[in-house]
C-alpha cells in the first residue's frame, strides 16, 4: 500500500477545440463538443486511479491556427500554476493546426513543464519511450497545417465567387440594410434605418455642410448606427456623416474585398489596392436615387481635404495641442483678419460639451513663444551652456518607424510574388499584370527612399552633440523669423490649458529643464 501511495499521480486536463469551420460544416456544436468530452472523459477514467481528472478546458469556434484561445491560455496558466501535468486531446488537430507552434508545445514547452501530451485517436503519448507514433508527430502537424492552409484557400476562392457575383459575405451591413432572413448574402433595406439616410442626403442636397448635418442628427437624438445595433452611447462625427454621403451602398452597387486577411496564419487585415475590388451594380434595392447621388458626389463636402494644399501655414502648424482633451489645436482667420485659436474637438462637437474652445489670439501666442525661446537662448548663449543632448527624447520613434517601413517594403514584394503567380497561372493578364507591377515598383521605390531619409535622420538624432545643439541656437538667435522647419526641429508640442496657460516642450530634455511654463 506505501509502495503505491508513493506512486505520482498525473493532473490530468482534457482539452476540447471545436473549430468555426467545423461549425460551418454542419457540424452540430454542442452534440461535437459532448462526444469529444464524453471519449476524453472515458479515457481519462480507464486509465485507474493514478490518473485524476482536474479539469476540461473548451474552446469552441477558434481555429486552430492561432494559440490565442481563452480556455487554452487558461490551462497554460494552470500548468504554470502547477495545477496540471497531463494534457489529453481527441486528436492532434485539436491541440494546434499551426505546425511551428504546435511544434514549440509538444517538443519544448511541455517537455520543459514536465507535461504529459496524450493524443487519443493519433495514439501519440510523448512520455511513451517506445512509442513509434510519436516520431510522426510532426509530420502530422505538417499535414494539419497543410489542411489549414488548403481550406483557407478553398474558402477565400469560394467568397471571392460570391463577392464576384455581388453576393454580401460581409460582417456589419451598411446603416439603412440588414440581411435577407431568406438569404443571408442578400442585403434588404431595413426602414427605420433607411430613414436616417434620406435625411443624411436630403439635408447634403438642400446645401448644408457635414458640421451642420452632424449637429442636426446630435441634437435631435438620432442614434447612430452602434446606438442602434449594440446599444452603446455614441455621437455622430464628421466622418461618419460623410462616409455615408461617399458610400456607393445607398444606389445599390455592392463593394467588397477593400480589405484581407494576410495569411491563413494572421488574421490581421490588410488594405487591398482598388484593382482587387470586387464591385457589382444593381446587387440589392438602392435607398437612394443615382442622379441624387451623383449631384452629392460633386459637392465639396464630400470632398478629400489635402492638408498639403492648405492656403495659409502658420509658424506652430501641427504644434498646438489641447490640454484637456489631448486633440490638436487648429488656427482660423476670421472676417476682420484676426487670427484665432480652437480645440478642433470642441469645433466638431461643439453641442456635446465634450471640451472648450481655448480660444484666444494665435498671432499674439506665436510672438510670445519666439519671445520665450530667444530669451532662454541668448542666456544658453552668453553663458556658455553645454546642453549635453546624446540621451535626449525626440518626438520620433525612428526605430520602430523604420521597421513599419521594412515591413511595407515587404509586403510590397510579397504582392508581386503572387501576383507573378497568378499571371503564370493565367489568372492575371499580361496587361493588368504589367500595370500593377509598376504602381506596385513606384510604389517600393517612394519606400526605400523614405526609409533611407529616415535612417539618415535617425542617424543624425544619435550624432548630435554640444556643438551641436549650440550651432542650432546660434542659427535660431541669427533669424530675423523663424520658419516652421527650425520649429518642428526644436519643439515636440505647445499644450493650450483652458485657463490660456501654455505648457513649452522641447524635443530636448535639457532645454526642458531651462525653459518655464509660459503664462498668457
Known amino acids: 500500500m506505501l509502495e503505491k501511495i508513493k506512486r505520482t499521480i498525473y493532473k490530468v486536463a482534457i482539452y476540447i477545440r471545436l473549430s468555426k469551420e467545423d461549425i460551418d460544416k454542419g457540424y452540430n456544436e454542442s452534440e461535437s463538443i459532448t462526444n469529444q468530452k464524453a471519449l476524453l472523459t472515458e479515457y481519462v477514467e480507464k486509465l485507474g486511479w493514478e490518473y485524476e481528472l482536474v479539469d476540461t478546458y473548451i474552446d469552441p469556434g477558434y481555429t486552430g491556427t492561432n494559440f490565442n484561445r481563452p480556455d487554452f491560455k487558461r490551462m497554460i496558466r494552470d500548468i504554470e500554476l502547477g495545477k496540471i501535468n497531463m494534457v489529453v486531446t481527441k486528436d492532434l488537430s485539436r491541440l494546434g493546426r499551426d505546425y511551428i507552434e504546435t511544434g514549440e508545445y509538444i517538443e519544448k514547452w511541455f517537455p520543459e513543464n514536465n507535461v504529459r501530451y496524450v493524443s487519443v485517436t493519433d495514439n501519440i503519448d510523448t512520455f511513451a519511450a517506445n512509442n513509434g507514433n510519436n516520431d510522426i508527430a510532426p509530420f502530422k502537424s505538417i499535414l494539419n497545417d497543410m489542411y489549414s492552409k488548403d481550406l483557407s484557400k478553398k474558402i477565400k476562392t469560394a467568397l471571392h465567387t460570391m463577392q464576384k457575383h455581388g453576393k454580401w459575405v460581409g460582417g456589419k451591413t451598411p446603416l439603412g440594410y440588414m440581411k435577407d432572413p431568406k438569404d443571408k448574402n442578400h442585403l434588404i433595406i431595413c426602414d427605420e434605418e433607411a430613414k436616417i439616410i434620406k435625411t443624411i442626403f436630403n439635408m447634403a442636397l438642400a446645401g448644408n455642410n457635414v458640421g451642420i448635418i452632424r449637429d442636426y442628427l446630435n441634437n435631435n437624438n438620432i442614434p447612430t448606427a452602434t446606438q442602434i445595433r449594440y446599444n452603446k452611447v455614441t455621437f455622430w462625427e464628421n466622418k461618419t456623416v460623410k462616409l455615408i454621403l461617399q458610400n456607393k451602398a445607398y444606389i445599390g452597387v455592392t463593394i467588397q474585398n477593400k480589405r484581407s486577411r494576410i495569411s491563413y496564419k494572421n488574421r490581421k487585415l490588410r488594405v487591398n489596392p482598388e484593382e482587387q475590388w470586387q464591385i457589382v451594380e444593381n446587387t440589392h434595392e438602392p435607398i ?82 519666439i519671445s520665450c525661446i530667444r530669451k532662454l537662448f541668448i542666456e544658453i548663449d552668453n553663458n556658455k551652456i553645454m546642453l549635453n543632448i546624446k540621451n535626449s527624447k525626440t518626438k ?33 493578364s499580361e496587361e493588368m499584370y504589367g500595370r500593377i507591377f509598376k504602381k ?34 546660434k542659427e535660431f538667435l541669427k533669424l530675423e523669423k523663424p520658419t516652421p522647419e527650425i520649429m518642428r526641429v526644436l519643439i515636440n508640442r505647445i499644450e493650450i490649458h483652458q485657463n490660456k496657460q501654455v505648457d513649452l516642450y522641447f524635443n530636448f530634455k535639457k532645454l526642458n529643464n531651462l525653459s518655464d511654463k509660459i503664462l498668457t
Not at 490638436?328 to 472648450?356: A, E, P
Not at 527612399?449 to 539618415?456: S, T
Open 288 to 369: 437612394i436615387d443615382k442622379n441624387a447621388f451623383d449631384r452629392v458626389q460633386k459637392m465639396g463636402i464630400v470632398q478629400k481635404y489635402d492638408r498639403d494644399e492648405k492656403k495659409n501655414h502658420f509658424l506652430l502648424d501641427g504644434l498646438l495641442m489641447c490640454y484637456e482633451c489631448k486633440h490638436k489645436i487648429g488656427v482660423r482667420s476670421r472676417k476682420d483678419g484676426r487670427l484665432d485659436m480652437i480645440c478642433n474637438n470642441y469645433r466638431r462637437n461643439s453641442k456635446l460639451n465634450l471640451c472648450t474652445s481655448h480660444g484666444f489670439n494665435y498671432e499674439k501666442l506665436e510672438k510670445q513663444i
Open 396 to 428: 520620433y520613434d525612428y526605430k520602430k518607424m523604420l521597421n513599419k517601413i521594412e515591413k511595407e517594403i515587404e509586403l510590397i514584394n510579397n504582392n508581386i510574388d503572387k501576383m507573378y503567380i497568378d499571371k503564370l497561372n493565367n489568372k492575371l
Open 440 to 473: 506596385l515598383k513606384k510604389s517600393e521605390s517612394d519606400k526605400e527612399a523614405e526609409y533611407i531619409e529616415l535612417k539618415k535622420e535617425a542617424e543624425k538624432c544619435m550624432d548630435d552633440n554640444d556643438d551641436e545643439i549650440e550651432k542650432i541656437v
